[in-house]
């Protein structure tokens, strides 16, 4: 048996997947099986694009179903995290040696992860490095551009 993945959320992640998921069942499963109906009703199935786009839908919506329901057997929720050290769920402030700019990152699960929102992945090279490192510290991040050093400013 393979080694189940552990899918790490935040509380409002775990939500919104469940809210997905339950939209996903209860909207636009019955819908489609409507549209699959009146294309089958349409007739000749061989040259009936309604009937191969509701298929393909169906297709989409059962495959998306499969993956949120394996992702919330094997969910983690993100919970009383520590501002010890950096650890998943943290919010952490960093300057970045070379220039002085500054960045604030949420380190989240990767389904969450947004760089748009400054909503980090744990998997990614910044949060790998960041991990288990405290206020002051400074560490080396090593990207695919090359690597570079970063101070933590702040854990929250």
Known sequence: ???KEVV???QEGLDELKKELDDLINVKRPENIKAIKEARALGDLSENA???AARNEQAQIEGRI???E???ENVS???DVSTDKVSIGNTVSI???DDDEEDEYKIVGSQEADPFESRISNESP???ALFNHKVGDTVTVESPNGSYDVEIISIK
Request: no cysteine; aromatic share 12%; charged share 30%.
């Open 126 to 128: 910044i949060a790998q």
């Open 95 to 97: 300057k970045y040696v």
């Open 77 to 79: 929720i993100i919970e």
């Open 1 to 3: 048996m393979k080694n």
């Open 50 to 52: 309604e009937y191969d």
């Open 70 to 72: 394996k992702m919330l």
């Open 8 to 10: 790490y959320l935040t």
């Open 66 to 68: 499969k993956q949120l």
